[in-house]
């Protein structure tokens, strides 16, 4: 999950978050509790990966009740993580422009690439497959690749030096990217080419949530919510007298939508995304994403570490 989320100067608020989050002792293969800033995750499989601050990886294979710490060669925030789907090849990327990758379903880590200019910070990341990853970050970083990242392509596909936020892909195989400064990106060509997107709103997006078919949910700042259903071309807007910033958003096995971010502020859709209610969550740290684990169960991973959640 992006790491810039959490204020209108998002670099400055990340390293304060990282200051102020829980100083964890981590050893190979030992217990932890992961009290500390988390900002993505990932099902794979029976187990449960997620990412954080000073190169954290953590790994549950009870459905998040215990953790152990995985080998990571990284000393940097990590940002996001994905796995090819059904493979046990993995991918994380975070800050020091940085990417890391597994082979054996998140046990072990190596660095795989890391590029020239160290103040960049890569975001997001989305393996389509164990060969086709795309990591995006701040200032419009953009790498991907096509051998499963024995090479590795940084190229512009935005002319702006605007931040990249989150990557996500459709059902149909689509990629979206939403980004700040009303940066909406849609790639219909497996990511060889990136076609901006009219935005219904000139603010920051924190992601894309695509649904069936056509129809795609972007959210962001101060509570907005807009849903297409021909992927961009036309929007709607969500009534949302909710003003906070949205970071995550997941639509859960049952179609119902949960919409997350800064402390306090949870909302959800029982109708595809076409209105929203408050829902009242004991959760009340910030969130950088949400995750449905195959039980059932739900998990926010933030600024409080993981914190399990009941279905809304």
Do not use: C
Not at 51 to 71: C, F, K, N, P, Y
Not at 175 to 180: H, K, N, Q, T
């Amino acid at each position: 999950m992006p790491a810039f989320f959490f204020s209108m100067n998002p670099a400055a608020t990340i390293r304060r978050l990282v200051l102020a989050a829980a100083t964890v002792t981590m050893a190979l293969a030992a217990p932890v509790a992961p009290r500390l800033l988390l900002l993505d995750g990932a099902v794979v499989g029976p187990d449960l990966i997620v990412v954080g601050e000073r190169g954290t990886i953590l790994r549950s294979t009870d459905q998040g009740h215990t953790w152990l710490s995985a080998s990571s060669p990284a000393a940097a925030t990590l940002t996001g993580v994905s796995f090819a789907g059904g493979s046990p090849r993995g991918w994380a990327v975070g800050h020091d422009a940085l990417i890391l990758t597994t082979g054996d379903g998140g046990l072990t880590w190596q660095k795989q690439w890391q590029g020239g200019n160290l103040q960049d910070s890569f975001l997001d990341v989305v393996a389509v497959d164990a060969q086709h990853v795309f990591a995006i970050g701040a200032y419009g970083l953009f790498a991907a690749t096509a051998d499963g990242g024995t090479t590795w392509v940084h190229r512009k596909i935005i002319d702006e030096d605007y931040h990249l936020n989150r990557l996500t892909r459709g059902p149909g195989g689509t990629l979206f990217i939403a980004g700040e400064h009303g940066t909406l990106l849609r790639s219909n060509d497996g990511g060889a080419t990136w076609r901006h997107i009219d935005a219904p709103y000139d603010g920051s997006f924190y992601g894309i949530l695509p649904l069936e078919s056509r129809t795609i949910v972007a959210y962001g700042l101060r509570g907005r919510i807009f849903r297409s259903e021909d992927e961009g071309e036309t929007w709607t807007a969500i009534p949302n007298d909710q003003r906070l910033l949205i970071a995550t958003a997941l639509r859960l096995g049952d179609g119902r939508i949960i919409f997350a971010g800064q402390s306090r502020g949870w909302l959800v859709s029982g109708d595809g995304g076409k209105s929203v209610a408050p829902w009242s969550s004991p959760s009340t740290a910030a969130v950088a994403e949400l995750l449905e684990l195959p039980d059932r169960s739900l998990l926010a991973l933030g600024e409080a570490g993981v914190v399990a959640l009941p279905r809304p």
